[in-house]
């Protein structure tokens, strides 16, 4: 998911904004606690463990967060676990990176980014090898997640930490072009040489698809790469719309503190 802590404008600096995302968090699951919600299904993220090179991660594998987005996730997940009781569930999902069309477009994540750039410029220029390892999953397969964790019994996700995804759906950051690259015709694709952005790792998914009840993703980038086709096709999507702010978080964070719509701790004025 998109980086909250990038800052665009100079005016946030990462500290602040994963500590303002951190301790809200926590605050959101003391109150649900406190209302009698007994089951707490906390967002988190694969992307908690940064730079790994050996095999497979697991849920038990040790966290290495690269950002600040990372690192708040890691931190809220530390703060829930002990809230734990009889009465209160809470389940952790680390999500891989998502991807797929929505009502309001995220094109701020690699694999829309990729087909939006496919779409309006029908060329893909890496700036990097495209080497680094990620886990995709589909925006439908995450919510279809939720859903089987709030179904499931009390014992399966008390407490638990889930990675969100299917072990075959890591790949490669050039796998990932290559194949958004094949799906748009007339699409011309190019690699750099090795990127700035160090995180890598490869993930296993047997947990969620061996103990989480009715679990399974029925999604992989192909099909996510045709289904964004199919809709930018349907709409007649503009290089106007794919950079619009609306679609890309920093973006819009920097438009709405540029324009004094929220301040430093992100609350309306």
């Known amino acids: ?124 220029s890496m700036t990097s090898d495209g080497t680094p390892w990620r886990p995709l999953v589909h925006a439908l397969d995450i919510a279809k997640s939720i859903y089987c964790a709030l179904e499931a019994p009390r014992d399966i996700i008390h407490n638990q930490i889930f990675n969100v995804g299917d072990s075959a759906q890591n790949y490669q950051v050039r796998q990932i072009a290559e194949i958004v690259a094949a799906t748009f015709p007339g699409c011309q694709l190019s690699f750099g040489e090795n990127g700035s ?24 980038a192909e099909r996510g790469a045709k289904q964004l086709y199919d809709v930018f096709s349907q709409i007649d999507m503009t290089q106007e719309m794919f950079e619009s702010r609306g679609f890309t978080r920093l973006k819009q964070l920097e438009y709405l503190i540029r324009t004094q719509q929220i301040d430093q701790d992100f609350f309306w004025k």
Not at 27 to 51: D, N, T
Not at 198 to 219: A, H
């Open 1 to 124: 998911m998109a980086e909250l802590s990038n800052d665009p404008t100079g005016q946030l600096s990462p500290t602040i904004t994963y500590d303002i995302n951190h301790k809200g968090s926590v605050r959101l699951a003391e109150l649900a606690k406190q209302a009698g919600v007994r089951r707490f299904i906390y967002m988190s993220s694969c992307s908690v463990y940064g730079v790994a090179t050996d095999g497979d991660i697991t849920e038990e594998s040790a966290v290495n967060p690269q950002t600040a987005y990372a690192e708040c996730k890691t931190l809220v997940e530390r703060d829930l676990q002990p809230m734990a009781d009889d009465n209160f569930s809470p389940t952790f999902m680390r999500n891989s990176t998502a991807f797929g069309a929505s009502p309001r477009m995220r094109f701020d994540i690699v694999l829309n980014n990729l087909a939006g750039l496919a779409w309006t410029t029908k060329e893909i």
């Open 197 to 220: 952005d160090n995180r890598s790792y490869r993930v296993s998914f047997d947990k969620i698809n061996t103990q989480l009840p009715g679990f399974k993703c029925e999604w992989n």
